[in-house]
């Protein structure tokens, strides 16, 4: 499949996207100027460059798409046992994806406030609080968010989704956003009408016993 069919990644090539980012070097060497964004995720992948992987596409995805790839990701590691400031800051931050007026933007705030940035959840809301407007209260004068901070939310949303529980499986986790990850810059994954719940995949009576998970692999072609 060919870059054109993610349509929902800003107009920038890797090299370009990763200048200003915070990458190891071993990541940052796998750059070339041939490579498409959606390449050079898999690069990150097969080298097991996780945390460069999200650090990237955080940037490579547009913003109103990044969090809500947050917002999947950190689904995906809640849970129902989540204390209930957590996932009333992912619903905030769900909400803002789906209209993202300013009075949702106002109501994120408060969720991440309350859900702390410790979380995913709280992550994901924080940075659609961050996406645009005023990081000031109401009627002072306006203090608008960095540029990049929102995405600086998102990669803190998935990183702390991936050691949420069970770190050591962090690995198999990271390689699972990040096909959530190819799935919201096709647009499949979409929070027009009724959100899918990104549930973690059943494990079988043979997966249960080598302690390994069947997931659906990338067609990164």
């Not at 109103?64 to 204390?83: D, F, L, T």
């Not at 002072?140 to 499986?169: I, N």
């Not at 027009?192 to 059943?202: D, L, Q």
């Not at 069947?214 to 990164?220: D, E, G, L, Q, S």
């Amino acid at each position: 499949m060919s870059e054109e069919a993610l349509p929902y990644l800003v107009d920038k090539q890797p090299v370009d996207i990763c200048q200003t980012l915070e990458m190891g070097d071993s990541a940052r060497a796998l750059l070339n100027d041939e490579l498409t964004s959606r390449q050079f995720l898999k690069l990150l992948s097969d080298k097991e460059e996780y945390v460069d992987g999200v650090r990237f596409w955080s940037h490579a995805l547009q913003k109103r798409e990044a969090i809500w790839w947050a917002c999947q990701c950190a689904k995906v590691s809640m849970g129902q046992g989540a204390p209930l400031p957590e996932h009333a800051a992912l619903d905030a931050a769900e909400q803002w994806c789906a209209d993202p007026t300013e009075e949702r933007r106002r109501a994120a705030e408060q969720a991440y406030e309350a859900a702390g940035l410790g979380t995913p959840a709280g992550c994901a809301a924080a940075a659609a609080f961050w996406y645009e407007g005023s990081l000031a209260p109401p009627n002072v004068p306006v203090v608008p968010p960095a540029d990049d901070l929102s995405a600086h939310g998102v990669a803190g949303s998935v990183m702390l989704a991936a050691v949420r529980s069970e770190p050591e499986k962090a690995s198999e986790k990271y390689r699972h956003y990040f096909e959530l990850g190819v799935e919201v810059a096709k647009g499949v994954q979409r929070w027009s009408g009724p959100s899918k719940r990104a549930e973690e995949p059943v494990r079988t009576q043979d997966q249960a016993s080598t302690g390994t998970t069947k997931r659906p692999v990338i067609n990164w072609d």
